[in-house]
């Protein structure tokens, strides 16, 4: 948060303010409400009526950084509330904070921008920290919206670009006013990262995680020249488009357009390094990263993202158009009933429309039916028409548009799953028992089995397992783990070998 103020100049800066203009100034002296949601209609209005107030160029400047101010303090406390809500869609209570965040943020934006109006009149601000709290108001917009899986505000991506071109053209964006601490630069492309990252792919932790991270590193992607060779790993902007970066491997920009491009090869690298310095025992203070970095979930995004932004090449196949229906659950434990009892297991199942498909995966729109837990990364089992069998998928990535819209991108991880029990020592309490679910080869795709976890469920010093698998018999496997897959904030998958013959 930025709590640098206008330095408005001008001689008449301290004459008595107008009585509108001094009643917001009073409110803006009292305490934060107990609840910061509180603050909200009431921000909104008092930016509202200013606009139609009268006052000196100084006047109205001082009382639109206190609203400035006082609308940060009210997002910071709100942000990590909805950092919680993890389960989609977002409640109909959080999502009207939100749209009332979006829009307080969207006049804070509007307003600013028409300070720059006054040209050069000494009364006002200075143009340096007007664009800079409006690039940076509008970048904690779109991030608002990808906490909640819900699409930018139509022109949002546009305007950024806009705020951005303008700095440049004055030569502003890689200054920083006096008491900020990144440049226009900086938050512009850590920005543009974060829209090409596919935030919708994340839960809000991992989205705030990699905000912060980016914070950091952003200043490692390199531009590119005018007429780049296209190259795993480069993006490029269309500045009067509303959409982040687009990747050059995915669409080329059409060639009458002047594109601006960046490559991510240099960040790609940094982000295999600390993910390799995680993996032998770094502590992320260490590598200048936040704690997140440190837990299943936050190597998973940093893994995932190397691999994003260093391969962001065309799809491997074609989708396909669909309009049938599906059933779905999700959580290792409700897909682990479904193995075990089938339709008989008292699981949540809801109804989906599959809108496409493909070899590897489907986009189904939620129908009916409670959706339990279901977050990006959880583990799902749908089942497709007639048959019998329960493909086993993972939430690649969700959209929300509404309380009652949601949309989700699964990944097929196997045909079916096998449910095990797994045994492993649990110091003074003995031996724990956790549910898991063994996903079969696939020739040609995955040579070997596949076990499934709950996220941070097994140390990572555990190799040797031990899996109990009931049938019309008990069976009793002993196996070693050979790697990991995938982790992720809900589960992990490790590669696993037969350790010995079953017995």
């Known amino acids: 948060m930025n709590e640098t103020a206008f330095n408005a100049a001008g001689t008449d800066g301290n004459a008595p303010p107008a009585s509108g203009i001094r009643t917001i100034l009073q409110w803006l002296e009292l305490p934060l409400a107990p609840q910061p949601a509180e603050e909200l209609p009431s921000l909104r209005s008092h930016l509202k009526a200013l606009r139609d107030l009268p006052g000196s160029p100084a006047q109205r400047a001082r009382v639109l950084d206190g609203l400035y101010t006082r609308s940060n303090r009210v997002v910071a406390s709100l942000l990590p509330a909805l950092c919680t809500q993890l389960v989609l869609p977002a409640p109909r209570k959080e999502r009207r904070i939100v749209r009332s965040l979006v829009d307080l943020l969207q006049m804070l934006v509007d307003d600013l921008l028409a300070l720059l109006d006054a040209g050069n009149d000494p009364r006002g601000p200075a143009p340096d920290l007007v664009l800079w709290r409006s690039l940076e108001t509008l970048a904690k917009q779109l991030l608002i919206c990808d906490l909640i899986a819900s699409p930018a505000r139509t022109g949002a991506w546009q305007q950024l670009h806009a705020i951005y071109a303008t700095a440049r053209h004055r030569q502003l964006h890689t200054s920083r006013p006096r008491g900020v601490g990144r440049s226009m630069q900086d938050i512009y492309h850590s920005t543009i990262l974060l829209g090409c990252a596919q935030p919708a792919s994340m839960t809000p932790p991992e989205v705030l995680f990699l905000a912060a991270y980016l914070e950091c590193f952003a200043d490692q992607i390199e531009p590119l020249p005018a007429t780049p060779t296209p190259t795993v790993g480069s993006f490029w902007i269309d500045p009067e488009r509303d959409l982040p970066a687009i990747s ?213 010093a555990h190799k040797k397992l031990l899996l109990v698998i009931e049938g019309e018999n008990v069976l009793i496997r002993e196996v070693h783990s050979t790697g990991v897959d995938e982790q992720t904030g809900r589960i992990e998958i490790l590669s696993i070998e037969p350790d010995q013959d079953p017995v």
């Open 248 to 460: 050059y491997m995915r669409r080329p920009p059409p060639p009458t357009v002047a594109v601006e491009g960046f490559s991510c090869d240099r960040l790609c690298q940094l982000l295999r390094a600390q993910v390799a310095e995680l993996d032998t025992g770094s502590a992320p203070r260490e590598l200048r990263l936040p704690a997140f970095a440190g837990t299943p979930a936050g190597r998973g995004v940093l893994h995932r993202l190397a691999s994003r932004w260093s391969d962001a090449g065309k799809r491997r196949f074609q989708r396909r158009r669909q309009n049938h229906r599906t059933l779905l659950t999700a959580g290792i434990d409700g897909v682990w009933r479904l193995g075990r009892k089938g339709q008989a297991a008292n699981v949540d199942l809801s109804t989906w429309i599959i809108t496409n498909e493909s070899p590897d995966g489907y986009a189904v729109m939620h129908v009916s039916g409670h959706t339990g837990v279901l977050a990006v990364g959880e583990l799902a089992a749908v089942r497709i028409g007639s048959s019998e069998n329960w493909q086993i998928c993972i939430v690649r990535w969700a959209l929300s548009e509404n309380p009652e819209h949601l949309e989700l991108g699964l990944q097929i991880l196997a045909p079916r799953a096998v449910p095990a029990i797994l045994a492993q020592a649990s110091g003074d309490a003995g031996t724990e028992h956790l549910r898991v679910l063994i996903l079969p080869e696939i020739p040609k795709l995955h040579s070997g089995q596949s076990l499934v976890v709950a996220s941070g469920a097994l140390a990572r």
